[in-house]
């Protein structure tokens, strides 16, 4: 059973970097072909694909962010790490991972930005 | 990046009765292998999306098969056969053939 979960620091203030952990179980992130994937939303808006990585630890970034984003994963290949440098309040969002190709998705967790 | 066009925002229908989403992207999401990135995915209320449908057109593991995906080049469309209560949510395409992964804006699916 392919389980994910997302954790974080649920608050912190803008300018800080924020660092993300995906848990997972029920595969491993050293088999060939494995992606996890972070995406995040903001409330009532449409969803924003991150960042992901893969099983060869190849990271893949969305350009937009690209210069605040790392990716990385632990030598156990159970967790992947996000983190985004000087956050502002437009990074307010609940955030997911997900093993590719997107069939299985955490529960995801909500971030705030605020003074 | 490419743009997903999702239309209509909002959907209501009663149950039973037979809807169709659309997407359209602002480029061709057939890729160089032969495959077509195109996925449609559920978020119900205060819950994860769900995958429904990959590559086009293939069902997800134990989504049920009212629901069906068709299209290909720029143009997809999401069909339910046979609204039921569950399948109220928002609905999203997302496209993976094409660096950055970029979703739609949404269809919101009320049940009247």
């Known amino acids: 059973q392919v389980t994910l979960k997302e954790s974080g620091p649920g608050m912190l203030q803008p300018s800080k970097t924020l660092s993300l952990t995906c848990s997972f179980s029920g595969f491993s992130l050293s088999t060939s072909g494995m992606v996890v994937s972070w995406i995040r939303q903001p409330s009532g808006k449409s969803l924003e694909w991150l960042a992901a990585?893969?099983?060869?630890?190849?990271?893949y970034y969305n350009p937009s962010l690209k210069s605040r984003l790392t990716v990385s994963k632990d030598t156990s290949n159970t967790q992947v790490f996000l983190k985004i440098t000087s956050v502002d309040i437009a990074d307010t969002a609940t955030y997911y991972c997900a093993q590719g190709p997107f069939d299985y998705w955490g529960q995801g967790v909500m971030v705030t930005v605020s003074s | 990046d490419v743009v997903l066009t999702q239309t209509p925002s909002i959907l209501s229908a009663t149950i039973g009765q037979s809807v169709s989403i659309s997407c359209r992207s602002s480029?061709?999401?057939?890729?160089?292998?032969?495959?077509?990135?195109l996925y449609w995915f559920l978020q119900r209320p205060g819950q994860s999306p769900q995958r429904l449908i990959y590559l086009v057109s293939n069902l997800g593991s134990g989504v049920p098969n009212r629901f069906s995906g068709s299209g290909s080049g720029t143009d997809f469309t999401l069909k339910i056969s046979g609204v039921e209560a569950e399948d109220l949510g928002v609905y999203y395409c997302?496209?993976?053939?094409?660096?950055?992964?970029?979703f739609g804006s949404g269809t919101k699916l009320e049940i009247k």
């Open positions: 480029q061709s999401l057939l890729d160089s292998d032969g495959n077509t990135y």
């Open positions: 990585i893969d099983w060869d630890g190849d990271k």
């Open positions: 997302m496209q993976a053939t094409h660096a950055p992964l970029t």
